[in-house]
Structure formats: structure tokens, C-alpha cells
Nanobody, 128 residues
Framework: VQLVESGGGSVQAGGSLRLACAQS???????????MGWFRQAPGKEREGVAA????????YYADSVKGRFTISQDNDKNTLYLQMNNLTPEDTGVYYC????????????????????WGQGTQVTVS
């Protein structure tokens, strides 16, 4: 499995960025309940879950700190996950990681690292 993030960069507060995560190498099975998510890690802090969604559709889940500003979406034909980030603040600065949960994902754990089996290399987002 390979996850490749893109779209990071530097932006002023109040601006927007759109992250993308291209997935390859994973074989889906309709018998499982897969998920994908976005996590971030700010300097000196632990990695935290930002947003997550079940592959193929369903509700999206967000951290309280980004609700109303970030939107997670997926393009199943392109095997790509997106994160639209609006009204960015300096507190959103960090390395953003895409992750895939290849087993059976539980809703209560969608924003926790334990649910995910594969990770991208991360993309830097800097808000000033």
C-alpha cells in the first residue's frame, strides 16, 4: 500500500488549502469496513486525528477544532482522499498525514491512530 500526500504549503491566516492523498496497492473487499483519515502533528505535540471517513461513503468525522472549517471527501474512481481546509489559523500548522485503516474500522476510534494500518509520508502546512 502506498499513500502519497500533496497540496501542503504556506498560507496566511484565513486562507485555504486543499490536501490530496493518492492511494495505490490496496485491494478492497466489500466484506470489510475500511476507513481513511487525516492526522496532523504540530511541533512539539503528539499526532492527532483531524478527519476521517469510511471508504465508499458514509458519514465524515471531525475533530472539534476543525468542525465547520475542514471537509474530508473521497474520489473512489481516482482512489484519492481530500481535505479541504478553510479559514486556517496558525494553530493548524503542522505536518498532515493521510492514513488508511485496512481492517474493520470502528466509529469510536476513527480519529485515533490505532485504527490505521498504513500511513503516508506527510505534507507540511504552515499558517502565519
Amino acid at each position: 500500500v502506498q499513500l502519497v500526500e500533496s497540496g501542503g504549503g504556506s498560507v496566511q491566516a484565513g486562507g485555504s488549502l486543499r490536501l490530496a492523498c493518492a492511494q495505490s496497492g490496496y485491494s478492497y473487499s466489500t466484506e470489510r469496513r475500511y476507513c481513511m483519515g487525516w492526522f496532523r502533528q504540530a511541533p512539539g505535540k503528539e499526532r492527532e486525528g483531524v478527519a476521517a471517513v469510511y471508504i465508499g461513503g458514509g458519514s465524515a468525522y471531525y475533530a472539534d477544532s476543525v468542525k465547520g472549517r475542514f471537509t474530508i471527501s473521497q474520489d473512489n474512481d481516482k482512489n484519492t482522499l481530500y481535505l479541504q481546509m478553510n479559514n486556517l489559523t496558525p494553530e493548524d500548522t503542522g505536518v498532515y498525514y493521510c492514513a488508511l485503516g485496512g481492517g474493520y474500522c470502528y466509529t469510536s476510534r476513527l480519529l485515533t491512530e490505532i485504527e490505521y494500518t498504513d500511513w503516508g509520508q506527510g505534507t507540511q502546512v504552515t499558517v502565519s
